[in-house]
């Protein structure tokens, strides 16, 4: 029963590194998703929706908005740590779409922000990426040899 045990809490530890991972991966792809359905409704209606507009201006028209030729996307989601994605202007007319990244903190596309014009800083986010890959390596391998201990238990078991 210990050794069953120590399989799951060491899957659980296993599964929240790659669940890390998993988010950044997701956050990455939607801000750029984001960045382009944005550049598309400014082509179309000449200049930088207000922010307050934003990003529910992707999915519907608002009367203040004749040139506007969406969708643009069919909805937008908040991002994997539970927060709205924001708008950036960048340079006058090129915006840049970001997340607040792991911490949850507005750092306008600095630190650990997750952002269309440069998508997210690895020493951030991978600063244990090797010590990461040791441990999932050491937990995968200590599930095997737990696992096969227990069959091999249980087949001296029948044995007898």
């Known amino acids: 029963m210990l050794k069953l045990i120590a399989v799951l809490v060491l899957g659980f530890i296993s599964s929240q590194v790659l669940a890390s991972s998993t988010k950044i991966g997701r956050a990455n ?23 307050v507009d934003w990003p529910n201006i992707l999915i519907h028209q608002p009367d203040s908005y004749p040139d506007w ?3 643009y996307l069919r909805d937008t989601t908040a991002d994997p740590w539970g927060n709205s994605y924001r708008l950036k202007i960048i340079e ?7 997340s607040y990244g792991v911490n949850g903190i507005d750092d306008r596309g600095g630190k650990d922000d997750v952002t269309s014009w440069s998508g997210y800083d690895e020493n951030i986010y991978h600063q244990n990426q090797f010590r990461n ?28």
């Open 29 to 51: 792809a939607t801000v750029g998703t984001l960045a382009n359905a944005t550049e598309k409704l400014i082509s179309d209606i000449g200049f930088t929706p207000a922010q």
């Open 92 to 98: 006058s007319e090129l915006v840049g779409v970001y």
């Open 133 to 160: 890959k040791i441990i999932a390596l050491s937990i995968f391998s200590t599930a095997i040899i737990l696992l096969l201990s227990f069959f091999l238990r249980s087949a001296r078991k029948n044995k007898h």
């Open 69 to 71: 030729d969406g969708p």
